[in-house]
């Protein structure tokens, strides 16, 4: 039990930094809004909730603990900076070619590499991610994860391995705006559909990371809020800390 607890404290001082980094770089967030220093309930869902879509079995506490461990920060990255990002990308990915199976039958349609080194541009984007989404004692797994899907791709419900990661994960959406499936292990019924915009940054931890299942859904069934998402090839950067021991 105490080592349950300990977990829980380190993940809500984690979702307290993140929004704290938030506020200090002067990124304006419409799910974001201040309402206690102490309060569980320091981050909390707006009634105008751009990017979250719920299913009716989610009750108010549980969509509390769900927008408070999965942050969408809009407009993340400048279309100047996605174009750089991408023109560093090109030349190793043009070299590559989609596969349609996985390893694991987690993904459909995508290639992938992982990336040490970036140029200058590009490794500022990468330290503010770093520096927004995870506290400053973080141990960050060096290789940054490049995911690129085709139009026709999606991937598969899963819950990343704490074997390989730990407990947050922050990825930049490049290219396409898609629909984000959210399911919970244990109750099926509970469901909720995350909108990554182009060029937004999502940030999960807590409940979101460990609770449920996330898949990015196919360029058919992408629709948010009873609207139709242009999804096309749609490139994701992705940071990840050390595994939690």
């Not at 769900?66 to 070299?95: A, G, H, T, W």
């Not at 995870?134 to 026709?152: M, Q, Y």
Request: proline residues 4%.
């Amino acid at each position: 039990m105490l080592k349950v607890l300990t977990m829980r404290s380190i993940i809500f001082s984690r979702v307290v930094t993140i929004v704290k980094r938030l506020r200090q770089s002067n990124i304006v967030h419409c799910r974001l809004r201040h309402v206690s220093n102490v309060s569980s309930d320091l981050i909390a869902p707006t009634p105008a909730d751009h990017f979250l879509s719920f299913c009716e079995e989610f009750d108010d506490d549980s969509r509390l603990k769900f927008s408070r461990d999965m942050v969408i920060v809009d407009n993340f990255v400048s279309e100047s900076e996605e174009d750089s990002m991408m023109d560093e990308l090109k030349p190793v990915l043009k070299e590559m070619h989609y596969e349609f199976d996985h390893w694991d039958d987690a993904i459909h349609g995508y290639r992938e590499t992982e990336r040490l080194k970036w140029s200058p541009k590009n490794m500022q984007i990468i330290e503010r991610v770093r520096r927004i989404a995870f506290p400053s004692e973080t141990s960050h797994i060096p290789l940054v994860h490049v995911l690129d899907l085709a139009e026709e791709g999606f991937i598969k419900p899963h819950i990343d391995s704490v074997r390989f990661c730990g407990d947050i994960i922050a990825g930049i959406s490049l290219l396409s705006s898609s629909v984000m499936r959210l399911v919970h292990e244990k109750e099926k019924s509970k469901c909720v559909d995350v909108l990554l915009p182009r060029r937004s940054l999502y940030i999960m931890t807590g409940t979101a990371r460990y609770d449920y299942t996330h898949e990015l859904l196919n360029k058919e069934m992408s629709i948010f809020k009873n609207e139709k998402v242009q999804r096309g090839r749609r490139l994701s950067i992705i940071c990840r800390n050390m595994p939690l021991k």
